[in-house]
């Protein structure tokens, strides 16, 4: 999905309370969407590791280069394709409901929720719901926070470099008359790979009420989560 397909997303459905909502003292407007989830999510999610250990698709036969290639350029696919869906997901519940996000928990509540303990990992210690949204590329989460104003989309797998840019070309810049500012932009070394946070605010010029959109990826292949968007409306 590219910055102008998203840019008309939230211009068609939160055109009027998008600027009610950064200007100060302003109550939230909310609006008809005119699309709702089509995917409906199944009762159970397990988030486990892929096993992706580096040699694992080194053959011993005369065909072990070209399978291994052929391997990679699958996996590089697939990578693209958790990515946009990934993208997509946010982009048809954060972003479309964040100004309204009781409306969307409205539109969830019938659908099959996690359990306390598999929602445990994902709410990290806040009282809130998780939805799973199974997919044919990958598997993902939806939260909603019961305390705060936030709405959080995990990826068990997702090339982070496909996720950063997607993420970037997506909020580097907003729609008029918004701006946008970036906050974060940091990577931290771990054990296993590395960790990269990227943050965009939108928000009128001078208002102290802004959208907060931010990614955190891994890149570590034994990571439970490699991908995590979250939307929010901070008060600064």
Known sequence: MNKKAVSLILL???????????SDNADVKTQ?????LTTEPKPELKIAATDSKEGSIIQTDSNAEDKAVVMSSDENVLGIKQAETFQAIYASTCMQYLLKLDELRDKLKDLPQLTDVQAKQFLKGHSGSAWPVPDDHGTFVLTLLEEKNMCAVYANKANSQVVEKQFSNMFASAPSPLT???RDNSKQTTISGERTTLSYEWAQQGAQRKMLFMLTTDSSADADVQALFTASMIQE
């Open 32 to 36: 008809t969407p005119q699309s709702e």
């Open 12 to 22: 068609s459905t939160l055109s009027g309370s998008i600027l009610s909502a950064c």
């Open 180 to 182: 946008s500012n970036e």
